[in-house]
């Protein structure tokens, strides 16, 4: 079965840092393109950073400079530094990807979220 697990969530201070991890599982060749998406309460899920297969990210103008996306080919897992933590960060964080599979081919999926929570 493929499947994207996410770890790493939590509370944290004001002004804190968390990492986020997204592994992935399962009859796979590797990841080929990640996002990371958050929903808030009672709010749309939105964009927050996604990375190609060629390694070029992409930010939310909200997260500029403070949350770096990577991946690491060799573990299959993919990563969001987060920095510079604010209470309008708190939300689930949900990671999405495009994996490429021994026998369906290319398949999106999602984690199944992790929460974030930021606060004093």
């Known amino acids: 079965q493929v499947q994207l697990v996410e770890s790493g969530g939590g509370l944290v201070q004001p002004g804190g840092s968390l990492r986020l991890s997204c592994a992935a599982s399962?009859?796979?060749?590797?990841?080929?393109?990640m996002g990371w998406y958050r929903q808030a309460p009672g709010k749309e899920r939105d964009f927050v950073a996604a990375?190609?297969?060629?390694?070029?990210?992409n930010y939310a103008d909200s997260v500029k400079g403070r949350f770096t996306i990577s991946k690491d080919h060799a573990t299959n897992t993919g990563y969001l530094q987060m920095n510079s933590l604010n209470t309008e960060d708190t939300a689930v964080y949900y990671c999405?990807?495009?994996?490429?599979?021994?026998?369906?081919?290319?398949?999106?999926?999602w984690g199944q979220g992790t929460q974030v929570t930021v606060s004093s």
């Open positions: 999405n990807a495009d994996l490429s599979t021994v026998w369906t081919g290319n398949r999106n999926c």
């Open positions: 399962g009859s796979i060749f590797g990841i080929r393109a």
């Open positions: 990375i190609t297969s060629g390694d070029v990210t």
